[in-house]
T-cell receptor
Framework: SQTIHQWPATLVQPVGSPLSLECTVE??????LYWYRQAAGRGLQLLFY??????ISSEVPQNLSASRPQDRQFILSSKKLLLSDSGFYLC????????????FGPGTRLTVL | AQSVTQPDIHITVSEGASLELRCNYS??????LFWYVQSPGQGLQLLLK??????LVQGIKGFEAEFKRSQSSFNLRKPSVHWSDAAEYFC????????????FGAGTTVTVRA
């Protein structure tokens, strides 16, 4: 079965600093990958998704970006963090043999001060 | 456009009592429906899903959900809750008409009292 890793688990960053969050997937090949943000007391907002290496679709325009340098690696980045970027970031994947169902990683808690 | 409404922000239930969480969706065709559970500080775990077929779906941890097209609902139920069921529950909808991207409800927090 697949395993989704996210790191770091928690992160505290000052406003204006850069960001890099990493998601890696084991146990599958060519998965569809997703980045979500969960703000306190709210549901999940889809930020980016990728159907393959180098292929990124953005759902919400903002100061975040995503990249997929390898088949099972998905990175969320920012050049300058805003206070509003604080939240819980979740990576999800769809498996090649179980499409249309998303499985989630453990998440990264980001606090921007 | 697709969307999900979870009318109950917070539900408190006694251990051993039954639980029902409501979910109403908006989707232009036959939806793909999901329930996820999230413990504090953790990722989301898939409880069950509905794509087609039998409208009563069994999931993990003793949960079940019923798809009712006429009511645009997909309510989650458990006959007898355990203290470990205290968590936040999310309903989600997706499907081919939106490239299978999911839309989530705002969630329902379940508190279990002894």
């Amino acid at each position: 079965s697949q395993t989704i890793h996210q790191w770091p688990a928690t992160l505290v960053q000052p406003v204006g600093s850069p960001l890099s969050l990493e998601c890696t997937v084991e146990g599958t090949s060519n998965p569809n990958l997703y980045w979500y943000r969960q703000a306190a007391g709210r549901g999940l907002q889809l930020l980016f998704y990728s159907v393959g290496i180098g292929q990124i679709s953005s759902e919400v325009p903002q100061n975040l970006s995503a990249s997929r340098p390898q088949d099972r690696q998905f990175i969320l980045s920012s050049k300058k963090l805003l206070l509003s970027d604080s939240g819980f970031y979740l990576c999800a994947c769809e498996l090649a043999g179980d499409t249309d169902t998303q499985y989630f990683g453990p998440g990264t808690r980001l606090t921007v001060l | 456009a697709q969307s999900v409404t979870q009318p109950d922000i917070h539900i408190t239930v006694s251990e051993g009592a039954s639980l029902e969480l409501r979910c109403n969706y908006s989707y232009g065709a036959t939806p793909y429906l999901f329930w996820y559970v999230q413990s504090p500080g953790q990722g989301l775990q898939l409880l069950l899903k509905y794509f087609s077929g039998d409208t009563l779906v069994q999931g993990i941890k003793g949960f079940e959900a019923e798809f009712k097209r006429s009511q645009s609902s997909f309510n989650l139920r458990k006959p007898s809750v355990h203290w470990s069921d205290a968590a936040e529950y999310f309903c989600a909808v997706g499907g081919p008409s939106n490239d299978y991207k999911l839309s989530f409800g705002a969630g329902t927090t379940v508190t279990v009292r002894a």
